[in-house]
């Protein structure tokens, strides 16, 4: 069983991926995306290596928010926030950004995940309002809600923070398995993304998986030969599954 990670392969793997205008894609040879860029500067972050932000800022200004669906929007404020980059935003394209996503929150109000990165936006450009419309929706609704995998409970928490119902910890505990890792559910095959949903909702509440050596023995065992992190010990890496596993590893494990 691996026993350590070299951090330099890792940032390697994620360096490989960059592009000249300061993206970063999926692969060495495919075009950068927002939500690459968004987990490349994360993992770089966790790994407390400088990179070029000026190239970055080009690349994330050379964008055009109104044309991205929900997923990459959240991402792409995110990055911003991170890089202190909001004011270079036109206070016309942040207004019709805001009224658009009161367009779609009426759309997606059974759809958490989409719930979830609403939330997230107006929480950026600082709009509690709309904030606390959805948490109030959803706890209004929350046991008719289809709350059916550790994603789920993942975007709930991502909802309500300190409002999410401490009866589902259990259920978020018990979907670990005898190698370590989540399944979305219980007794289900463990993969990084269960196990980084779980153990960020534990994470925020203090807590920590009841199998911590076997937690660590599964993250390792997704490091791949690339240096980048799969879904599971047979998979191949991506960025996501890289900047999860780094998470654990850094935040439930203090590796």
Not at 137 to 151: M, Q
Request: hydrophobic fraction near 40%.
């Amino acid at each position: 069983m691996l026993s350590k990670i070299n951090i330099n392969e890792v940032i390697a793997f994620v360096l490989k991926k960059e592009k000249s205008d300061g993206g970063f894609g999926a692969t060495p040879l495919l075009p950068p995306t927002i939500e690459d860029t968004y987990y490349a500067v994360k993992i770089l972050y966790l790994c407390n290596f400088s990179f070029n932000k000026n190239r970055l800022k080009d690349f994330l200004l050379h964008q055009k928010p109104l044309e991205l669906s929900l997923k990459p929007l959240s991402k792409y404020f995110k990055l911003l926030n991170y890089l202190n980059l909001l004011n270079f935003l036109s206070p016309q394209i942040i207004n019709i950004c805001k009224n658009n996503l009161r367009k779609n929150l009426t759309k997606n109000l059974t759809n958490l995940e989409k719930l979830s990165f609403i939330t997230e936006i107006f929480e950026i450009l600082n709009e509690p309002d709309p904030i606390l419309s959805i948490k109030t929706y959803v706890l209004n609704g929350l046991f008719s809600l289809n709350l059916k995998s550790l994603e789920t409970y993942y975007y709930l928490y991502k909802i309500l923070k300190t409002n999410f119902p401490s009866e589902f910890i259990n259920i978020v505990l018990e979907a670990q398995n005898p190698d370590g890792g989540f399944g979305l559910l219980k007794d289900t095959t463990s993969y990084m993304e269960p196990t980084y949903y779980a153990c960020y909702i534990l994470y925020h509440f203090n807590l920590k998986p009841k199998n911590l050596t076997q937690l660590k023995d599964f993250i390792l065992s997704c490091w791949t030969c690339d240096g980048g992190f799969g879904r599971n010990s047979q998979g191949i890496s991506f960025l996501e599954s890289t900047y999860q596993a780094l998470w654990v590893l850094k935040k439930i494990l203090k590796y």
